[in-house]
């Protein structure tokens, strides 16, 4: 049968498809017509005529206690694949009903299989997704002068094969160095020959992949350690070789302050004391990022069961992503967020964040287990983490490259000689060392870390040095706020930067942790002082405030229900922030706020112009809590995706094991 006779015959036509697909083939990838032709991929079930074997029973009914019901399987050999839409939450702005997605196989056929079954969202992530996010790392003053016009389409163009061919090449002279475990690897090859089967003009390609995977880590090793423009400067000379580059946007180029990172995140993890019933451990996040208005519409919650050795693991995805940007796993939960530091190696970033999340997840089985695989991965990024374990075991780790059995000499990166006068000096830092919670680049700071109270009485001079007002009482007190506000905070951070060293707030008694964008083991802080990283942070969109309010939030809540534990991380939303956002879409809804985006691209408008729209409030990533409690089996992840208004969903990944999973 040809694609048109599918399209154009009838219902006839399709299920004599269906019968011929079903004899001929146990992977079924059936073109199904849309608008514009057939740019949508859907598989088609036999009209369920096959009886499921007792695996995918076993699967079914839990998904069914998790509120989905499945819409069609995919096999390949003993490999299975399902999609299954939610009976009750829908996306807010489509009305599509929200969907999670479960794989079983090898590495390889968990690629595979995945991209089966998400190959034209895949397409839009590696395509519409990508060619946006390099432009959006443009610094908004920049993007605005060049905005709707041919300057602009030229640079938007050349930000984002900068992005592709630079984080490939990072990649490829690192590969044969063994940084990355092959099962992720292979995972990442399965999935582009997947994309390949389904459309063998796809252009999610194995560098595309890389690109989504690794690039975020790339990025992050090379513009918190300032050379990032640098290396742009070089790549668009030879780049130029295409044709003329203009000179607004040669003398763009010399500007090293003409990128950011709008990545933002806040996460706590509670336990003991600080939860209402016994046995109770909340973990929670709000991962925020761009989403080029694609992938608040596509990001979603997957479960992977690998063939091999590692464990079952739901992760918050993108189709494409084989990493996670937040990941719980049968023992441990764990996420991502950004530390703006030049404590990096940007030759050789390594294994980070979003690969390293699923890969934690699936092996670790505490909170020290995980901190043990993290402390020998080939890392090369500045980033936080925070993690807990299913019997109360939290911890921030605030993370830099891998340096075995070194410590770390922060006043290296700090340039400033006016600024460094006002520092702690070496002898200092000796004597008020954080070795005792160091290990091979890595900060571990539990709820019983205090950073030495002497460092606080640096700040007077340093608020001094930038001309903000200093308040000594601000920073004693437990729910105190160095700024009283997000405005306030954005203003005086022109000045003061990076340039002092927040309080923790915690104390020994205290049975939870709390991470904002900003490192609080002191010497870690240090390294946030470099000129790019005091560049970037004044980006980082109210670090200080966000975690002093997550801080008082929580103390407020606490013992945390799960309830309240739901109104904590979802502090940030239009219902409690309303000067956030413009307006809302539906006045009695107040979480259905809307602001103006505006999306740089020059694939997004067919003359490569900047169009600002009016959207519902995105969220940014995900915002996931997960409740667990050993003593009644409770091992749950609750997720938003797409906008404010829109319910969580959840995903019980114990469930999807093969055979029980029983703690250690």
Request: glycine content about 6%; proline content about 5%.
């Amino acid at each position: 049968l040809t694609e048109a006779s599918i399209r154009d015959g009838g219902p006839q036509n399709m299920r004599l498809f269906t019968m011929l697909v079903g004899f001929l083939a146990p992977v079924v990838a059936v073109p199904e017509p849309n608008a514009v032709g057939l740019a949508g991929i859907q598989l088609l079930d036999v009209e369920k005529q096959v009886k499921l074997t007792p695996r995918q029973e076993q699967v079914e009914t839990a998904l069914a206690s998790d509120g989905f019901e499945v819409d069609h399987w995919i096999t390949n050999g003993t490999a299975l694949g399902c999609v299954a839409h939610h009976h009750n939450a829908t996306n807010y702005r489509t009305g599509a009903p929200k969907t999670t997605y479960f794989v079983e196989g090898s590495a390889y056929n968990l690629g595979f299989l995945s991209a089966q079954l998400t190959a034209s969202d895949a397409e839009i992530i590696a395509t519409t997704y990508l060619d946006r996010f390099g432009p959006q790392l443009l610094d908004y003053e920049w993007a605005h002068r060049v905005e709707n016009t041919t300057e602009g389409q030229i640079l938007f163009e050349l930000l984002g094969d900068f992005l592709i061919t630079e984080s490939t090449k990072s990649w490829d002279a690192q590969y044969s160095r063994g940084i990355w475990p092959e099962t992720l690897v292979e995972e990442m090859r399965g999935f582009a020959d997947g994309c390949r089967s389904v459309n063998s003009s796809t252009k999610v390609t194995f560098d595309r992949l890389v690109t989504l995977n690794y690039g975020f880590d790339w990025v992050s090793a090379n513009v918190f350690s300032g050379v990032i423009t640098a290396k742009l400067r070089t790549f668009a000379l030879d780049w130029s070789r295409r044709g003329d580059i203009p000179p607004l946007v040669w003398s763009l180029l010399q500007n090293d302050k003409l990128l950011r990172v709008p990545v933002f995140c806040d996460a706590f993890g509670a336990y003991g004391d600080a939860t209402r019933a016994p046995g109770d451990v909340f973990w929670g996040r709000s991962f925020q990022l761009v989403t080029g208005d694609v992938f608040q519409d596509l990001a979603s919650v997957m479960v992977t069961v690998p063939a091999d050795t590692r464990m079952a693991t739901a992760r918050v995805f993108v189709p494409g992503l084989i990493g996670a940007i937040t990941a719980l796993g049968p023992h441990v939960a764990i996420g991502v967020d950004t530390l703006r530091s030049s404590y990096s190696d940007p030759e050789a970033p390594g294994f980070n964040s979003i690969l390293l999340l699923r890969h934690v997840a699936e092996t670790a089985r505490s909170t020290d287990d995980a901190v043990n695989i993290m402390a020998e991965a080939q890392r090369g990024c500045p980033w936080l983490y925070p993690i807990c374990d299913s019997n109360g075991r939290c911890v921030v780790v605030e993370a830099g490259p891998f340096t075995a059995n070194m410590t770390l000499n922060p006043l290296q990166y700090v340039k400033d000689e006016s600024l460094k006068k006002l520092l702690p000096s070496q002898a200092f830092l000796d004597s008020h060392s954080s070795a005792h919670v160091f290990r091979n680049g890595l900060y571990v700071r539990d709820a019983s870390y205090i950073a030495p109270p002497e460092y606080e009485s640096f700040n007077e001079a340093l608020f001094l040095h930038a001309g903000v007002a200093y308040n000594r009482s601000s920073f004693a007190n437990s729910v105190g706020f160095v700024f009283k506000n997000f405005t306030i905070e954005a203003e005086e951070q022109k000045s003061l930067e990076n340039a002092w060293f927040p309080p923790l707030r915690t104390s020994q008694k205290d049975d939870f942790v709390i991470l904002s964008n900003l490192a609080l083991v002191p010497e870690a802080r240090i390294a946030m002082m470099s000129p790019a990283s005091n560049f970037f942070g004044k980006t980082a969109e109210a670090a200080s405030w966000r975690y002093d309010s997550l801080n008082a939030n929580l103390r407020k809540a606490s013992p945390l229900s799960f309830e309240t534990a739901m109104d904590v991380i979802g502090f940030l939303s239009p219902k409690n922030y309303p000067t956030y956002w413009d307006h809302r879409f539906n006045r009695a809804d107040p979480m259905s706020a809307q602001v103006r985006l505006r999306v740089y691209s020059s694939s997004f408008h067919p003359n490569g112009r900047v169009v600002t729209v009016r959207l519902l409030t995105q969220v940014e990533g995900a915002v996931s809590l997960v409740w667990m409690n050993e003593k009644t089996g409770r091992h749950e992840m609750r997720t938003k995706t797409g906008y404010w208004a829109d319910p969580y969903t959840r995903i019980s990944p114990r469930m999807y094991a093969k055979t029980q999973v029983v703690d250690s």
